[in-house]
């Protein structure tokens, strides 16, 4: 596998500037998070202490917010490879911003139910595939291959800032004015995300460049060359393997973490808020250590210690009584779960697209995500019905034995033998090096931008 040397900069040398583009990104996709880390507070308290929902109820919350992956994932890919990303944020942030008024609004009105809560999560869930997928694939088009890994890092750490302060701001705004009216601000957060998405530069689309010239083909055929991609680069195909596995994992526990801690647990919409905002935070401090942590041990190293933590720290919610002793263990256990998470997130994607051509980007990346977060709302189905049947501690244990999985999966793969970054993608019509061969002696030598 042809690797780039870890980098040595020299005292004193200052970082190379990501570009005001990139800055745009990131602030405006670090709103829309805040906005979400909100309603993630909002949502659970709002169905769970005001509607009196039941664990099948909140599992199925949860299965009706994912499965718009699971139908949508490989379509947005084609999209997205297809027109302009630019304009793909800004519309999709336009409409995410409509669709959560509308929980307010039925509350002021009083015809806020389940029944809405449902509608408003499955819209907003086909919204935000579109969306993500675009605000991934646009990442390498913003910045200089030789600094993907570095734009990665600061976006995991802007976002854990994002999501440590939006919990904060969720859990003061929900006991100021209740669960219903904070999702004005999960709305303004939206709008805020589109301004900033309007005044990015317009990036380059590689995806046409290549394609220019040549019929554009049916978008399943396109989707297919997604999919294939994948099943035949034998790191990207490992990697979204332990990452499906773990989606699995999240999906079964996930669905009923904030239940659990509300009933179970007794912990309040402050417990909640307060455990998911140390949690954020944890994610803040692994995605800014993550390029030195690679650069110390490489990525292989890296991403099996990052995905053997997470059930290790899941291990402690199985065992937890309500008490305030007992929430501060789990924040603690949460922030080095997301800590490891970040170190492991931002490193396994730097990975894929360093290796995968530019034409391809956002089918490989929504091919991941089809099998990853597809598999969640089949997943917090599964968790709710272990729920009803043996309870929410049994459903959560399933969870965390099936997080162990993906720790096997690398083990045995050329992931975790990866001693430094990949190459950068090669340009389109020489497959050797997307396809992980070895290429010979000499091109090891080459400058891999050429």
Known sequence: ??????????????????????????????????????????????????????????????????????????????????????ALLVGTDLAGAVVVAVVPVAALTGVLSMPVLYAVALILGAVTVLHQAAAIAIVPELVQPALLHRANAQVGAAFGAADTAGTYLGTAVVAA????????????????SAWCAARIPEPGRPAAAAGEGRPRRRLAGEIGEGVAYTARTPLVRDLVLALTLTGVGVGVSGALFAYYLLTALEAGPTGLG???????????????????????????????????TCPVAGVPLLFARPGPGWLAVLAA??????????????????????????????????????????????????????????????????????????????????????????????????????????????????DPHT
Not at 178 to 192: E, I
Not at 382 to 404: E, I, M, N, Q
């Open 1 to 86: 596998m042809v690797t780039l040397p870890r980098p040595r900069p020299s005292a004193g040398e200052k970082a190379p500037d990501l570009g005001a583009g990139f800055r745009l990104y990131l602030g405006g996709e670090s709103a829309g998070l805040v906005g979400t880390s909100v309603h993630l507070v909002a949502l659970p308290a709002l169905s769970v202490l005001e509607l009196d929902a039941t664990a099948g109820q909140a599992a199925l919350l949860a299965s009706l917010a994912h499965l718009p992956t699971f139908l949508l994932a490989l379509p947005a890919g084609g999209i997205v490879d297809r027109y302009a990303k630019r």
């Open 177 to 192: 004015v209740g669960a219903a009216k904070a999702f004005w601000l999960d709305a303004l957060s939206y709008l805020v």
């Open 274 to 308: 307060i455990v998911m905002g140390v949690s954020g935070a944890g994610a803040l401090v692994g995605a800014l250590a993550a390029p030195r942590i690679v650069a110390r041990f490489g990525p292989g190293p890296t991403l099996l210690a990052g995905f053997a």
């Open 333 to 446: 256990a949460g922030g080095l779960q997301l800590a490891a998470a970040a170190v492991a997130g931002t490193t396994q994607r730097s990975v894929r697209q360093q290796i995968c051509p530019p034409p391809l980007q956002a089918r490989a990346q929504q091919t991941s995500t089809w099998l990853v977060s597809g598999s969640k709302p089949f997943a917090a189905l599964a968790g709710g019905a272990v729920a009803t049947a043996y309870g929410a501690r049994t459903a959560l244990a399933v969870g965390t034995l099936v997080l162990v999985l993906p720790v096997v999966v690398l083990w045995r793969s050329p992931v975790s033998r990866l001693t430094a970054m990949p190459v950068p993608a090669p340009p389109p019509g020489d497959c050797a090096l997307a396809r992980g061969d070895r290429p010979p002696p000499a091109a090891t030598e080459a």
